[in-house]
């Protein structure tokens, strides 16, 4: 049993302590934003924010996420209530097969919140840890830098 | 289908009722069934735009089935960028038809004439505002069950309201909130999830298996697989699995360091076919020109690993995929399970995107396999990614030899190539012969085939895009097909026109050089086809082209080609930095796709293409020993990242009076061939092989 903060509930999820974060939030958790890509921190398709910060929920062991806030593109927002960086992404059409949104979103909110206006530079610096096989890096890009200019307005 | 029925536009030809394609429900929903899937490029948006506008519905009203065995119309397979021209035609004419039919029907019963009503937003109103029936009070009504009328008229250009705009994609809102959309997020009561444990290498044999206690273990001959009740277990079972494996390994791969010269050994004792040849009298060359271009194998490298969930009820078995062709799929799947077709139902959801035959089908039918084991209870099969990099098909290794000649005035005399490749198809349903990964390892196997290269009039494989656009009077194209196949390989975005296009566009810019000309004045003198000259000096006008300043290190190419020479148009220039490794860092494209529907989403497609195009020109290359593939990781197998990811600007040239053209795979040739000739403007060297890594370039400039 691990315990900790989802999405800003409590919750305590019935997985081995050594079992990945990713398995505890896709299994009993009962989510489906964090993905599968890799397993081994090359692709961010898992990303999750781990007391804000941008963590590889594939290789994090359940049990570090215990007594933490984890954060997932649940947790962004809702089609109620969307994160700016939500209705961004969807203002520039920012994405084609959608695999990879999950974890982009979450390092973008990521940035945002230690960097309000971050340039080209430091978006593509943020979200290297992503891939898209698509090609939809640079409406992404765009999109990271309305929701910005949105959150200062 | 009798010989004497009229032909009806694009799949509608071939699935013609009209209860096919559309649904109506006394609650107000247009159910469309298209027969084409969601492989990530945004089909079902403008599929839903085009029902929208013909039957005269709002977009919100339309939902979208799946795709279902026995229950969608049989589109073949999402691929070779048709979905627009099969589909979207068929989907236009449908709705237009069944319109039609609602518009004669309520006019008959109310009196009142057809040019009277109109139609708002399924609501048939007469002069008066009053309304005289709708798709959803005669829903009961049978009128979808009748084949289209082949005289059904869509509407004018003018009339149509969504069609031609960009409107948002219907899919991504779940997508950037994380909904369960995919395959992947699949749960129905009771699953267990399924590992396998994969060979570890190419032919390799089971010899023996000491089973853990307890454990559930599926085998099939050589196929073996894990089942657990939760993931973790799953993965932690096929790993204490495999280190119990005994396999008894042989070399059978050829040796990745001379891949040319084992192409072109395999080459010869291949199939030759000359795919067409043409002469004409010409004075003699003043100048010749022998050029050998070679790629790698390349892979699909999907972001998200094949995955499938299948259950078997009784002697038949439910398999949800995010196939190319549910209809394909069921047919090797029933064949490899010696079960009837009826027996097998596939449902398509969505994977991560897809950019040709990738491993979707394999893990599908696996997944089948496993489940047979434990009938009632759903099974899900989720690949790593070593075995996606690894075990799905792959786009074959290729040779290209070119002669070609030019005339005293710098005109293109002559074009001779040879073609040295696998055939480029070797999709579920096409065969006797099931081409699924396992079915050739399972007990009861089934042979290997080599793969199959379709010909030129359907669009080609090695060959395809290999007869240049321009002008040209002697012109012999010869493919040498292999008949062995030690990597298994299918389509991938492109097929062989990757590397025609490249092979062409190089030797274009090489000549231009020797006759003083400019690489854009050059192609412009070649090409007689209005839209073909349209994109090339769209593109140049975009990039400044003719107002370009060269500059230290940095190097501008350019690229163009019609796809298969007989759809969509692509104009690439690119801009390349030489430092350590090049970098492409500028993509200008114009294209042209006939009708647009939906203006941002063949941008999307065309710069998708173009960004993926930059990956393959200097990334991306398939490495193995003599046994096993060793490109499985994303270390191994890296592809395009955001820091060096190109800025694009994308413009498309509207024809609303023209035919559909699929867009996904139209500039993805013409920006490998630009990055190309932009690596020559910067370095004085043509690289000749694929990827356009420094060893490449430094290879190429040794001559």
């Excluded at chain 2, 396998?196 to 206690?213: C, H, K, M, Q, W």
Aim: aromatic share 6%; glycine share 10%.
């Amino acid at each position: 049993m691990v315990a900790f903060t989802l999405n800003g509930a409590a919750v305590a999820l019935d997985v081995p302590e050594e079992v990945s974060l990713l398995h505890a939030l896709r299994g009993p958790g009962g989510l489906s934003g964090p993905r599968f890509g890799c397993g081994t921190e090359q692709c961010g398709t898992c990303m999750v924010l781990v007391d804000g910060k941008p963590s590889y929920a594939c290789s994090l062991p359940a049990s570090a996420a215990a007594g933490r806030s984890v954060t997932t593109v649940e947790g962004l927002g809702t089609p109620e209530a969307p994160h700016p960086l939500q209705a961004a992404f969807l203002a520039e059409q920012a994405g084609q097969c959608g695999y990879c949104l999950s974890g982009i979103l979450v390092s973008a909110a990521a940035l945002l919140a230690t960097n309000p206006d971050p340039d080209e530079d430091a978006i593509r610096s943020a979200l290297d840890p992503h891939l898209c096989r698509c090609g939809s890096h640079n409406r992404i890009i765009r999109a990271v830098r309305r929701a910005a200019k949105e959150m200062a307005a | 289908m009798s010989g004497t029925e009229v032909k009806l536009p694009g799949s509608l030809n071939a699935n013609r009722r009209l209860s096919q394609w559309l649904a109506f429900d006394s609650d107000g929903v247009v159910t469309l069934k298209p027969g084409k899937v969601e492989i990530g490029q945004g089909i079902l948006t403008a599929l839903t735009q085009i029902a929208a506008d013909e039957l005269d519905v709002g977009m919100e009203r339309i939902a979208l089935a799946r795709t279902t065995t026995g229950e969608s119309p049989n589109e073949g397979v999402t691929s070779s960028s048709l979905s627009m021209q099969d589909g979207g035609t068929a989907v236009r004419h449908a709705c237009a038809a069944t319109r039609g039919i609602y518009l004669q029907v309520i006019s008959q019963r109310s009196g009142v004439p057809m040019e009277r009503i109109a139609v708002e937003d399924g609501r048939f109103l007469g002069p008066d505002g009053k309304e005289l029936g709708s798709y959803w009070s005669l829903a009961g009504a049978g009128l979808l069950e009748t084949e289209a009328p082949a005289d059904a008229t869509p509407k004018p250009i003018a009339a149509r309201r969504l069609s031609g705009t960009s409107v948002a994609r219907v899919d991504l809102p779940d997508k950037v909130f994380g909904a369960a959309r995919f395959v992947h997020d699949l749960r129905l009561p009771g699953m267990l999830h399924a590992r396998t444990v994969r060979p570890p290498s190419r032919g390799a044999v089971l010899r023996d298996v000491a089973l853990p206690e307890g454990a559930q273990v599926v085998r099939d001959g050589n196929f073996l697989a894990v089942l657990a009740a939760t993931e973790w277990e799953a993965e932690a079972l096929a790993a204490r699995v495999a280190a119990r494996c005994r396999w008894e390994e042989t070399d059978s791969l050829p040796d990745d360091h001379a891949l040319d010269a084992w192409l072109d050994v395999a080459g010869a004792r291949g199939e030759p076919k000359v795919e067409i040849e043409r002469a004409a009298e010409t004075p003699a060359p003043a100048r010749t020109w022998k050029r050998r271009f070679q790629r790698p194998y390349i892979a699909h490298a999907s972001l998200g690993p094949s995955c499938a969930v299948a259950r078997w009820d009784g002697e038949a078995v439910r398999i949800w995929s995010h196939t190319q062709g549910v209809y394909n799929l069921r047919s090797d799947a029933a064949t490899v399970l010696r079960l009837p077709l009826e027996s097998v139902v596939v449902t398509h959801m969505e994977g991560a995107g897809c950019y040709g035959h990738n491993g979707a089908d394999d893990v599908a039918l696996e997944a089948a396999i496993i489940a047979r084991a434990v009938p009632g209870t759903p099974v899900r099969l989720l690949w790593t990614r070593a075995e996606e990099l690894g075990w799905a098909p792959y786009s074959p290794g290729m040779l290209v030899e070119v002669e070609a000649s030019q005339a005293a005035d710098g005109s293109l005399l002559g074009w001779r190539s040879t073609i040295t490749s696998n055939g480029h198809v070797n999709r579920p349903g096409r065969d006797t012969n099931p081409t699924l990964l396992v079915a050739s390892q399972i007990a009861e196997p089934f042979p290997v085939k080599p793969s199959a290269n379709p010909p030129l009039a359907t669009g080609g494989g090695s060959q395809r895009n290999a007869i240049p656009f321009y002008r040209l009077p002697n012109l012999t194209v010869t493919t040498r097909r292999l008949l062995e196949m030690p990597l298994r390989v299918s389509s991938l975005r492109g097929l062989g026109a990757l590397m025609n296009v490249w092979t062409i566009e190089s030797l274009m810019d090489e000549m231009a050089e020797a006759a003083g000309e400019d690489p854009l004045d050059f192609r412009l003198r070649h090409l007689d086809d209005e839209r073909s000259r349209a994109v090339l000096e769209k593109a140049a006008a975009m990039a400044n082209w003719r107002g370009r300043v060269k500059r230290e290190g940095w190097g501008m190419g350019i690229g163009v080609a019609r796809y298969k020479n007989s759809a969509a148009w692509g104009a690439v220039i690119a801009e390349v930095e030489a430092k350590e490794r090049v970098f492409c860092r500028r993509l200008w494209i114009a294209g042209d796709a006939g009708e647009i529907v939906n203006p941002d989403g063949v941008k999307n497609q065309y710069e998708g293409g173009a960004i993926h195009g930059a990956s393959v020109a200097l990334l991306e290359r398939v490495t193995f020993d003599r046994r096993r593939v060793t490109s499985d990781s994303w270390e191994s197998y890296p592809i395009l990242r955001f820091s060096e990811v190109p800025t694009v600007e994308v413009e498309m040239i509207d024809r609303p009076a023209e035919k559909f053209l699929g867009a996904g795979e139209a500039s993805m040739g013409p920006a490998i061939a630009a990055i190309a000739n932009a690596i020559h403007d910067a370095l004085g060297v043509r690289p000749k092989r694929l990827p356009f890594t420094p060893e490449a370039i430094a290879e190429a400039a040794a001559g």
